[in-house]
């Protein structure tokens, strides 16, 4: 079982506090009863992300007058973190449209693409997917296959895009296509495709370790024709944009991580409580009381790295740093965490009566998300030493 008597972080604003227990409050009701059968089923459960919208949760970065939230990214690491704790392939979900789709819409979008798009996104009407990697180019981004043609004032997209989440139920899609060399950092741009444009299908669904009701599938553009009024930016300005959209994105995986560390802690921590050996609660053991206390400490840590990300993005710095230490260090501790978690619970950690088999394996996508651990290390290396 899941603990729902969860409390927030200490120090936290009013607001967050609101969000942590709507979002608690959200996760206890429609994804706590299911979220083992949509992992078993791979199923992607659209249906709860119009009610994710009507309580804010699609468009929290994004101001009101489009239709979100206007909330900060205190408030926005809470609510997938919260979330995350129950079922990691919802908050997954969430963060990917919230910080990647509609932020990068708002972001580097004219005023009349935003109110054409945002509301609804913002309202969870519409489910939001965002196209850079594919096949061959997933650390590579600049070396993409994928082709954006203009052919008056229409451009012709052709291409497949892998491991997009929302692939195949997204109903909009942000989408880089490269319109110049390979390896031109100048050389691609960014596109809004909608579902149902001729030439824009869906491929083939991941069949994955963890966070399996999450959907990741394939985009495919086939000759698929869209109109110059659906480029976001500057022609030449697509890579530029995703990397930025990627900072941000990265706070977004640390969050996750956190609820995926916190909810393996969680179960851990009352198992051990109960399970009884040789007459005493196996946490009474310094084996298991050290393996909390590491767990604890390092939970901390990443809790404060992500907020202090946070902290930058939300008045407006440069958070390439930040955003890449963040990641880091609360993916590998989340998986560090979830193994630990298992390990606590022994033979019950090996079977889908515990929760922890399921952290274990949602964990692993933490560190490979936006960008590898190995990459992070990379931005981090970059700019030390700019």
Same mark, same amino acid.
């Given at each position: 079982? =899941? ?81 995350? =704790? ?15 789709? +509609? ?104 069949? *994955? ?32 944009? +995703? ?9 977004? =995986? ?58 930058? *993005? ?43 088999? *399921? ?26 030493? +700019?």
């Amino acid at each position: 079982m =899941i603990d729902f008597e969860l409390q927030p972080e200490i120090n936290t604003s009013e607001t967050q506090r609101m969000v942590f227990e709507t979002a608690r409050d959200f996760a206890a009701q429609y994804i706590f009863p299911n979220f083992m059968e949509w992992d078993e089923a791979q199923y992607f459960p659209k249906e709860i992300f119009e009610k994710a919208g009507a309580l804010g949760f699609m468009g929290m970065i994004i101001p009101e007058a489009y239709g979100g939230s206007g909330m900060g990214y205190h408030e926005y690491v809470t609510l997938i973190e919260t979330i995350s =704790i129950v079922d990691p392939s919802i908050g997954l979900s969430i963060a990917a449209h919230n910080s990647l789709c +509609s932020n990068h819409i708002y972001s580097f979008g004219n005023e009349d693409q935003r109110l054409r798009w945002l509301p609804d996104l913002c309202s969870g009407t519409l489910i939001g997917a965002w196209g850079l990697t594919e096949h061959n180019t997933g650390s590579d981004a600049k070396g993409m296959s994928t082709t954006a043609r203009k052919d008056g004032n229409t451009w012709v997209l052709n291409g497949t895009k892998n491991f997009i989440t929302h692939g195949i139920s997204g109903d909009i899609a942000v989408v880089i296509a490269r319109n110049g060399e390979k390896g031109d950092s100048r050389g691609m741009t960014a596109f809004v495709v909608e579902r149902g444009t001729p030439g824009f299908t869906a491929g083939k669904k991941e069949n *994955k370790l963890g966070m399996r009701a999450s959907e990741t599938a394939e985009m495919v553009f086939d000759n698929c024709v869209i109109p110059d009024e659906n480029r976001l930016g500057p022609v030449g300005d697509g890579f530029i944009q +995703s990397m930025k959209i990627l900072d941000g994105g990265r706070i977004s =995986i640390a969050a996750l991580s956190l609820g995926v560390a916190k909810g393996s802690f969680n179960a851990s921590l009352k198992y051990s409580k109960e399970r009884k050996q040789f007459g005493k609660a196996i946490s009474s053991f310094q084996g298991i009381s050290f393996k909390l206390a590491d767990m604890a400490t390092e939970i901390e840590a990443a809790v404060l790295l992500t907020h202090k990300a946070s902290e930058l *993005k939300n008045q407006g710095k440069n958070v390439t740093q930040a955003g890449a230490m963040a990641k880091l260090f609360s993916s590998e501790v989340c998986v560090k965490v979830a193994n630990e978690g298992v390990q606590i619970h022994g033979g019950y950690g090996f079977t889908k009566d515990f929760p922890v088999e *399921k952290f274990f394996r949602d964990s692993k996508l933490c560190t490979i998300g936006e960008g590898t651990s190995e990459i992070q290390k990379l931005v981090i290396a970059r700019k030390l030493l +700019s």
